[in-house]
């Protein structure tokens, strides 16, 4: 247990379907990522979030939308998504987002699969 | 732009073997280094991580990984596993100053046979 928990652990879902994934943790920390776990691909940084604020877009297609209503929550809403989407997404916090020096805590991720 | 290389994705290992997983990076200025660990069914936790001294860090359960600046490496070792070390690992990168955006690896995953 790392202190962030992520919901629903597993999503099925239609490509014209709409969803939400949401991440919540409880380490104090001000800032949040979104990560994508694809089979026999690295992890990739999807989304960065420091204090409510947006810090980073790694250019990723707008049918993935993100939200942080506070420094505790981060959600990412599904839209409209292709089969390609699917994959484990993680979402990680750490003290802050300007410090390299600051450990990532991932939650267990949510594994989502789009027909 | 940082990238992560671990050339060994399966690794197959008996109980009591000894482990390196190798880890090199392209970057040209200065990095924080990191190693994780995702046992199955879990999620991705921190098992070390070097930012400068030592270039010979210590993690949790006997791992221990070496920096070689020359080399651009940082190989993850362990002189005994164990059949609870199989699990996937990742090694991840991230500029010194650069803020906290981790670049990873594509993982190896470990299988220690009793």
């Known amino acids: 247990e790392t202190g962030v928990t992520q919901t629903p652990r597993h999503l099925v879902m239609g490509m014209t379907n709409k969803k939400s994934l949401k991440c919540e943790q409880h380490?104090?920390?001000?800032?949040m990522y979104w990560y994508k776990q694809s089979a026999k691909k690295p992890l990739e940084l999807m989304f960065v979030?420091?204090?409510?604020?947006?810090?980073e877009n790694n250019s990723v297609p707008s049918r993935f939308s993100p939200e942080c209503p506070n420094s505790s929550h981060l959600f990412l809403h599904l839209h409209t998504l292709q089969p390609e989407d699917s994959a484990l997404y993680l979402c990680?916090?750490?003290?802050?987002?300007?410090?390299?020096?600051?450990?990532?805590?991932f939650g267990p991720g949510t594994r989502l699969t789009v027909l | 732009a940082q990238s992560v290389s671990q050339h060994n994705h399966h690794v197959i290992l008996s109980e009591a073997a000894s482990l390196e997983l190798g880890c090199n990076y392209s970057?040209?200025?200065?990095?924080?280094l990191f190693w994780y660990v995702q046992y199955p069914g879990q999620h991705l936790q921190l098992l070390l991580k070097?930012?400068?001294?030592?270039?010979l860090v210590k993690g949790i359960k006997g791992f221990e990984a070496e920096f070689i600046k020359s080399k651009f490496s940082f190989n993850l070792r362990k002189p005994s596993v164990q059949w609870s070390d199989t699990a996937e690992y990742f090694c991840?990168?991230?500029?010194?100053?650069?803020?906290?955006?981790?670049?990873f690896g594509t993982g190896t995953q470990l299988k220690v046979e009793l």
């Open positions: 380490l104090g920390h001000n800032a």
């Open positions: 970057y040209g200025g200065t990095v924080n």
């Open positions: 990680a916090s750490s003290q802050d987002a300007g410090g390299a020096y600051n450990e990532q805590f």
């Open positions: 070097y930012f400068s001294g030592d270039p």
């Open positions: 979030y420091s204090l409510e604020e947006r810090v």
């Open positions: 991840a990168v991230t500029p010194t100053g650069g803020g906290n955006k981790l670049t």
